[in-house]
């Protein structure tokens, strides 16, 4: 940044240099009491009486010159729009021997890019109004390529609706929010009536769409998830990234029905972020992904897998969630494995300032001690756990959640083994009882006794 402001092509003002040096000096940014005006102008006007409508210029000015440099970092992070641009200022200089070169060159460069998003589509259609705008200015022919040129925006618009869509469709699942998406229908049928290109951009946002739009019509999802291991390499880390989780969150949502094969579903697209790195973000992978992926993998009793993504993985977690999230994970682990002991031990390790995985780290200890007959340290754990949600108050829905456990394992610790009548009844009420994450395990344990 300095180095723009010494270049007089961008700045020929002492002042504004001044106080970039002194916004840099030391730690003056994050000190307020070294940003007052009237200490900064005598820094870079000394001896001068203080001048506010100066004192405002500069600033004024170098805010100028801060958004030009950031401007050309982000053209300099594009360099398919620089060839465009370049491309348009030898057509309007009449550079033409230039202009065919640039334009050869931006084809050779679409054809070759791994990237086949809607911005690789957009840049289709840009290169075609170029060469529109050359052939008619120039060649005075019939010959155009008018045809291409429509083909390119049809092409463009058709991947940009249906990505949009998809996102409007996935936001109103979560919010009410009335958005009209125009000519969706038209875009569809026009698609539909066509048959589907072979486009990443479009394929991938068709059944994207018809997935999420259409639920029930299973059959779209296989088709996405098909596309996905087809076609996500032709789209940007981040882009792979929001279409994975978009048909992993309809997995969710089938899973939260009860349809229990999408666990599989979640755990194949898991899998995949996982090896092709679309689940990292900058190098880092969120820590609540972690553990929904350990989680499927344990409800799929893949335990060989699941201690190798533990073990190789963790190192992409955040350090302020690294330590507590691995102990969290072994624990559930060796817990699905009875291996009771060494679930205790990590989960004794586990230190979360979180209700929700606190609770489900509680409900494990209850699980463990129950089964492994510590009824004193059982009854113990429910009284603490019953005073620590009842203290909560952020914790409405799993406050019912977990009365609903507590109460029901105190009820399995009490329950006469030679009375059917009374066993037959708790039963009954395990099953009615809403809402009860545990319900799997209870009625386990009262088969047991």
Known sequence: MRKWLLSPFHNQREDVLLLFDYFQEKDHLNNDSKLKKELVFQKIFPGEPYDDARMRQTI???QKCMEDFLAYKEFQEEPTRRELLLAEGYRRRNLDRLLEKALKGLNESQDQSRIKDEGFLQTNFLIQSLEYKYISEKKRTPDTNLQAYSDALDLYFIAGKLR???LITAVQKIYTQDIQVGLLEEALNYVEAKGLP????????YYVYKTLSDPSNETFFFSLKDAIFQYDHFFTPEEQRDILLLAVNYCIAKMNTGVSRFIGEAFDLYKRGIENGALLDKGVLNHLTFINIITNGITLKQFEWVRQFIENYQQYLAPQYRENFVHFSLAKLHF????????QRFLMQFDYDDILFNLI???MLIKIYYEEGEFSALDSLLESLRTYISRKKTIA???NIYNNLIRFTKRLVRLNPYDREQKDKLRKEIEAANPLLERKWLLEQLEAI
Do not use: W
């Open 361 to 363: 780290a509680k409900s």
């Open 60 to 62: 004024h000015f170098l």
């Open 198 to 205: 072979e486009l990443p951009a479009i394929r991938i946002y």
């Open 336 to 343: 699905e494995k009875r291996e009771y002991q060494q679930a």
């Open 164 to 166: 949009l869509a998809s």
């Open 397 to 399: 829905y799993q406050k």
